[in-house]
């Protein structure tokens, strides 16, 4: 979303959510911390991405970040450490 400025500029807006939420490992079920950002030009209800995150259970990493980006769009960062190693997957449009 883009408004001009009293200056003739454009100015792009951004909302950005951050939350985190735990999931169970598929391979030796243990709990993996998730921190989760979205960052929209839109407005995403929280009560939908707190509905949305808390369905995982247990699934992969990568799986997650690529139903999260379906749904709500944007720009996501999906960051996690399982069991020593970090895991960064981002997904823009």
């Keep these: 979303m883009e408004f001009l400025s009293t200056n003739g500029a454009r100015n792009t807006f ?3 959510y951050t939350t985190k939420f735990i999931a169970l490992c ?3 079920n243990k709990q ?3 921190q989760l950002e979205i960052k929209h030009s839109e ?6 991405i707190i509905e ?5 259970t247990s699934a992969f990493h990568e799986r ?3 139903e999260l980006f379906v749904l ?6 999906l960051t996690a ?13």
């Design 64 to 66: 997650i970040a690529d």
């Design 52 to 56: 949305e995150v808390g369905k995982y």
């Design 14 to 16: 951004m909302n950005k």
């Design 81 to 93: 450490n399982h069991h020593g190693v970090v895991i960064q997957t981002e997904r823009k449009l």
């Design 26 to 28: 598929p391979i030796n």
């Design 72 to 77: 709500f769009g944007g720009e996501q960062t």
């Design 43 to 48: 407005q995403i209800m929280v009560e939908k």
């Design 32 to 34: 993996i911390v998730y």
